[in-house]
């Protein structure tokens, strides 16, 4: 895709460090240099303004990513493609029927009003919740992988979303600051929101979390 783009050697591409390797990967097969910019913490990706920031004059692309079935601020984005004459590629995700996305999106409208003790996903236009990611703060205890230990006690599937961030890997590492993309990858989990789920599959999701709720209050 990049190098059919005519992206190659001596080019940077920004592309965001939180999610798979796989887009810094293609970056550096392509001959070019991956350049990580931070994310939108509501959306999880890639902030259109950290964009403007990691610009150099070697810029010649933008690879965006949709995150957890909510779209990225693409208007924004090619903006920004528009005014610097760059490239922006974007990266969708596997689709779902409508189907049982109407269904992940009734259990997450179920998980945002019981749940409490997390910080619930911000819905916002077109979420298809192929993930429903919650965040867990590390303000206190437990954090997010004690969390995810006494909820998968409880026979309650969670999984942490991405576990480390690509410019945390020993082959991209990068002496850069991403305070966001650092945040959620240290507080983020996703809860199931399957269209398998009963009712009583969501009450227990619910009765696991919020039994841990009053230990999420900072320690003092």
């Known amino acids: 895709m990049l190098r059919a783009a005519g992206v190659g050697l001596g080019d940077e591409v920004v592309v965001p460090a939180f999610g798979n390797v796989e887009v810094a990967e293609a ?4 001959g070019a240099l991956p350049v990580f910019a931070d994310i939108d913490p509501v959306s999880y990706c890639i902030d259109p303004a950290a964009v403007e920031l990691a610009l150099t004059p070697r810029t010649a692309a933008v690879v965006v990513v949709h ?10 984005l090619h903006e920004v493609g528009r ?18 996305v109407a269904q992940r999106r009734e259990r997450a409208a179920y998980l945002d009003a019981k749940l409490r003790g997390v910080r619930t996903p911000d819905g916002g ?23 995810a ?6 026979g309650v599937e969670v999984r942490v979303p991405v576990k480390t961030p690509v410019h945390r890997l020993p082959e991209f590492r990068r002496c850069v600051s991403l305070p966001e ?5 240290d ?18 999701i619910v009765g696991a979390c ?11």
């Open 83 to 100: 005014r610097h004459g760059l490239l922006v590629l974007e990266q969708g995700e596997s689709e779902v029927p409508y189907g049982e």
């Open 149 to 154: 230990r006494a909820v998968r006690a409880k």
């Open 67 to 76: 995150r957890f079935g909510r779209p990225a601020d693409i208007a924004r």
């Open 210 to 220: 919020n039994a841990l709720g009053g230990l999420l209050q900072p320690a003092f």
């Open 187 to 204: 507080e983020t989990l996703a809860l199931p929101v399957d269209a398998v789920l009963t009712k009583r599959d969501m009450q227990r």
């Open 181 to 185: 993309t650092e945040r959620a990858a």
């Open 125 to 147: 236009d077109g979420h298809t919740y192929q993930q429903y990611v919650v965040r867990v703060p590390g303000n206190g205890r437990p954090d997010r992988d004690a969390f």
């Open 27 to 30: 970056v550096a097969m392509a």
